[in-house]
């Protein structure tokens, strides 16, 4: 009786299941990334749900103003002042946000504190829901009144971008929907690049979340505007952050400011 000889595979076999197992997987894994990305932007526009809610509560038990986006200056005396805590909107509201982790972003390219591992703020109060009320040494920054807001369905109230804690004055501020950090996704990738493949969660003043991408409303709309104009637009520069300068004093875009008029 003959015995049976078992065949394996051979080397071309072999190569053959690799080279489909391979092109399978360059198919495959931009899709897992693409869905998991959606995941996460998902959560980021719950995240920013539940910080409307909140920030309108905060409105209601304050007479219908928004938070004030930073209560307190960078102190000059710290070793790092862009870290400098100070009593951000984040913290104003914090009493009415079952988490602070809502905070956050699970894409925000920026990640988390090297030293505390906690995951940075994602998110900035637009400069145009801010006023200056008085002039020199007298004056003081505040959140609007709501309902001095022109647009409130068109107009950002807080926008992707952040790279430091919650409670520090650094990122607390946009000066517009296309920066995520230091700079615009329109002049620098690095630091301006969307936490969203190209789009960025936007919570708009009315309380509502909406995504866009690079081509949609907000990042079309275009004021104008190249400069700042003091005692309008701007009252100081960056370059006097112990004041109430940068913030900006709210306008409408017929006066040269980022709000868009009524429709």
């Not at 209601?60 to 870290?83: E, H, K, M």
């Not at 951000?88 to 030293?115: A, E, H, M």
Request: aromatic fraction near 12%; charged fraction near 15%.
């Amino acid at each position: 009786m003959g015995r049976k000889r078992c065949q394996g595979f051979t080397l071309i076999e072999m190569l053959v299941v690799i080279a489909i197992i391979a092109v399978l997987a360059a198919i495959l894994f931009p899709v897992f990334s693409r869905v998991r990305e959606n995941g996460r932007r998902v959560v980021c526009a719950a995240n920013l749900q539940q910080i409307g809610t909140a920030i309108t509560m905060y409105e209601q038990d304050y007479g219908g103003f928004l938070p004030t986006w930073c209560l307190a200056p960078y102190s000059a005396s710290s070793p790092n002042p862009a870290a400098s805590p100070a009593g951000t909107w984040d913290v104003s509201i914090s009493s009415y946000l079952r988490s602070t982790q809502v905070l956050s972003c699970p894409s925000n390219p920026y990640g988390r504190d090297p030293t505390t591992q906690k995951p940075f703020r994602a998110y900035a109060m637009a400069q145009y829901t801010q006023v200056v009320i008085g002039t020199g040494a007298t004056a003081v920054v505040m959140g609007c009144y709501k309902d001095q807001i022109p647009a409130p369905v068109q107009t950002v109230l807080l926008f992707e971008k952040g790279q430091q804690l919650p409670g520090i004055w650094a990122d607390a501020l946009g000066q517009n929907v296309f920066q995520s950090h230091n700079d615009d996704f329109k002049a620098n990738v690095k630091d301006g690049q969307p936490f969203h493949f190209q789009g960025k969660n936007i919570l708009y003043v009315d309380g509502h979340v909406k995504f866009a991408t690079t081509g949609q409303y907000p990042f079309t709309y275009d004021s104008g505007r190249t400069a700042g104009v003091a005692g309008d637009i701007w009252t100081s520069s960056f370059a006097n952050w112990q004041g109430p300068g940068i913030c900006a004093v709210a306008a409408r875009s017929d006066k040269g400011g980022d709000w868009p008029l009524p429709q």
